[in-house]
């Protein structure tokens, strides 16, 4: 079955630099949610999509940015990239309604030195 | 605002042995609730999930969590852990709005499996 593809699966940036994290979400998913993870902490939810449109905010910087396309795909754009960003960034994709529950893409490591 | 706990950080069971991983959850109504497992620098797995109906949810790999609305709690259950079962496991619950929303996560449990 296909599942949540993330790209790419490991980056690293300098302090100050820009990155694009890219989300392909299940097909007929409609939801796309991207979290971030850093070492030792749980999931933190950053900023979901309901068909193209932002449904949804948690503690995303103002320095990040993101987009779901007409194709559902979602990017998520870093901007002065600090190195406190380092950490893993899933995204996930649901159902209408989220009842098949949330599959979760194999996350990309990012790494800001 | 929904919120969920995981009392125990760290559980460390023999191979054999049975485990259960406490979670419980604050919301408002009954939400809808998972249990997600990680392998160190990897992605997160769904184990099971709860939206309604029977209380008993059966999930992958041998594990089942029970919803007790009087408790507030979901705990996931294996009767024999496998060495392979060492991984990091999170419950997270979710509003059961009838519409997909964000999944608020406990902090985690660290299961160590000893031979």
């Known amino acids: 079955a296909a599942g949540v593809i993330q790209s790419p699966r490991h980056l690293i940036k300098e302090k100050r630099e820009t990155a694009t994290l890219k989300c392909y979400p299940i097909p007929r998913h409609d939801t796309v949610y991207w979290y971030q993870q850093g070492p030792g902490q749980d999931p933190q939810f950053l900023i979901s999509f309901y068909e193209k449109m932002q449904s949804d905010k948690g503690s995303i910087p103002d320095r990040f940015s993101a987009q779901q396309f007409s194709d559902y795909h979602s990017e998520l754009n870093m901007s002065s990239l600090e190195l406190g960003d380092s950490a893993l960034y899933f995204c996930?994709?649901?159902?209408?309604?989220?009842?098949?529950?949330?599959?979760f893409g194999s996350g990309t490591r990012l790494t800001v030195v | 605002a929904q919120s969920v706990t995981q009392p125990d950080i760290h559980i460390t069971v023999s191979e054999g042995a049975s485990l259960e991983l406490r979670c419980n959850y604050s919301?408002?109504?009954?939400?809808?609730l998972f249990w997600y497992v990680q392998s160190p620098g990897q992605g997160l797995q769904l184990l099971l999930k709860?939206?309604?109906?029977?209380?008993l949810v059966q999930g992958i790999k041998g594990f089942e969590a029970e919803f007790k609305r009087s408790q507030s709690s979901f705990n996931l259950r294996k009767p024999s852990v496998h060495w392979s079962d060492a991984a990091e496991y999170f419950c997270?619950?979710?509003?059961?709005?009838?519409?997909?929303?964000?999944?608020?996560f406990g902090t985690g449990t660290r299961l160590q499996v000893t031979l």
């Open positions: 996930a994709s649901s159902s209408p309604r989220g009842r098949n529950g949330y599959t």
């Open positions: 997270a619950v979710g509003p059961n709005t009838g519409t997909a929303s964000k999944l608020t």
């Open positions: 919301y408002g109504a009954t939400p809808y």
């Open positions: 709860y939206f309604s109906g029977d209380t």
